[in-house]
T-cell receptor, first 112, second 109 residues
Framework: NAGVTQTPKFRILKIGQSMTLQCTQD?????MYWYRQDPGMGLKLIYY???????DKGEVPNGYNVSRSTTEDFPLRLELAAPSQTSVYFC???????????FGPGTRLTVL | QKEVEQDPGPLSVPEGAIVSLNCTYS??????FMWYRQYSRKGPELLMY????GNKEDGRFTAQVDKSSKYISLFIRDSQPSDSATYLC?????????FGKGNQVVVIP
C-alpha cells in the first residue's frame, strides 16, 4: 500500500513551458486534491475532485487544469508556466469529503 | 479576519519540555479539527483528528477543541528532537478544509 505517490519530485521549467504533475493513490479514495505550498503561506487549494469525471476549482485555480478519468489518478496540468507558479505542489486524497486527507511527498517546481 | 489564524512561530524548546500550539478560527461551520505534522521537504501527515469539543490523547500528544471559543490546541509532552517539524492546524466542514499557515517547532537536545 503506497498511499499517495507523486512524480516528479523536482522540476525546473522555463517561462512559457508546460508540464503535468502526476498523482496516484491506491486507497480507493473518492476525493482527491491539489494544493500548493509557498513559504510561510500554508496550503492553498488549487483543484479538487469528488470522483472520476468530476472536478472543481479551489481558491487558486488560475494557470492550472486537472482531469480525473480514473479513481486512482489526478494529474495537474500547468500551461504557460510563470515564475509565480514556483512552489511545492502536494496531492492529497480522502475517503469522505474534506476530512482526514492523506498527502503525497510533493513536487518541488521552479519556474525561471 | 482570516478564516484560520495560526501564529507561524518559530518555537524553540529544550528536550523534555511541553510544546503548546494553538489556532483560532472564525467559521462556525467547521466541524472537524485536525493537526498535521510536516517534516522538512516532506508532505504533511495527519497527527490528530477530532470532531467534538474536549480533549483527545494519543501517546504524548493531546488535542484540545473549544468550539464555543473557536479555539484549538495541540500539546506535546516530553518533547523529543524527533518532534522538530512544522505543525499545521486544519478545520473541515461544508465540504471545505482550511489550513493554518503552520508553526515551526524546534526541540533542542
Amino acid at each position: 500500500n503506497a498511499g499517495v505517490t507523486q512524480t516528479p519530485k523536482f522540476r525546473i521549467l522555463k517561462i512559457g513551458q508546460s508540464m503535468t504533475l502526476q498523482c496516484t493513490q491506491d486507497m480507493n479514495h473518492n476525493y482527491m486534491y491539489w494544493y500548493r505550498q509557498d513559504p510561510g503561506m500554508g496550503l492553498k487549494l488549487i483543484y479538487y475532485s469528488v470522483g472520476a469525471g468530476i472536478t472543481d476549482k479551489g481558491e487558486v485555480p488560475n494557470g492550472y487544469n486537472v482531469s480525473r478519468s480514473t479513481t486512482e489518478d489526478f494529474p495537474l496540468r500547468l500551461e504557460l508556466a510563470a515564475p509565480s507558479q514556483t512552489s511545492v505542489y502536494f496531492c492529497a486524497s480522502s475517503y469522505q469529503g474534506y476530512n482526514e486527507q492523506f498527502f503525497g511527498p510533493g513536487t518541488r517546481l521552479t519556474v525561471l | 479576519q482570516k478564516e484560520v489564524e495560526q501564529d507561524p512561530g518559530p518555537l524553540s524548546v529544550p528536550e523534555g519540555a511541553i510544546v503548546s500550539l494553538n489556532c483560532t478560527y472564525s467559521n462556525s461551520a467547521f466541524q472537524y479539527f485536525m493537526w498535521y505534522r510536516q517534516y522538512s521537504r516532506k508532505g504533511p501527515e495527519l497527527l490528530m483528528y477530532t470532531y467534538s469539543s474536549g480533549n483527545k490523547e494519543d501517546g504524548r500528544f493531546t488535542a484540545q477543541v473549544d468550539k464555543s471559543s473557536k479555539y484549538i490546541s495541540l500539546f506535546i509532552r516530553d518533547s523529543q528532537p524527533s518532534d522538530s517539524a512544522t505543525y499545521l492546524c486544519a478545520m473541515g466542514g461544508n465540504n471545505r478544509l482550511a489550513f493554518g499557515k503552520g508553526n515551526q517547532v524546534v526541540v533542542i537536545p
